[in-house]
């Protein structure tokens, strides 16, 4: 939908039928998105050196380690 449309009204509408509780409401939804965002953006690249990334080097010599094994 273009901005300015009928989906960018939604906010408005919840004020007359919420009143004052649409405050925490959007308060919540806001806070849920911003969760959801660096959630995206920390696992966004899982192959790096960073702490929360795949420990690619210990999944290679595990690997190397079995494969040796078989042979």
Do not use: C, R, W
Not at 7 to 28: D, M, R
């Amino acid at each position: 939908m273009i901005a300015g449309g009928k989906g960018a009204n939604y906010g408005f509408g919840y004020v007359f039928s919420l009143g004052y509780y649409v405050i925490p409401v959007v308060a919540f939804i806001f806070y849920v998105l911003a969760s959801l965002e660096l959630v995206a953006e920390e696992i966004e690249e899982p192959f790096g050196g960073d702490a929360n990334d795949l420990p690619t080097e210990q999944i290679a010599m595990n690997i190397q380690k079995h494969v040796g094994e078989i042979i």
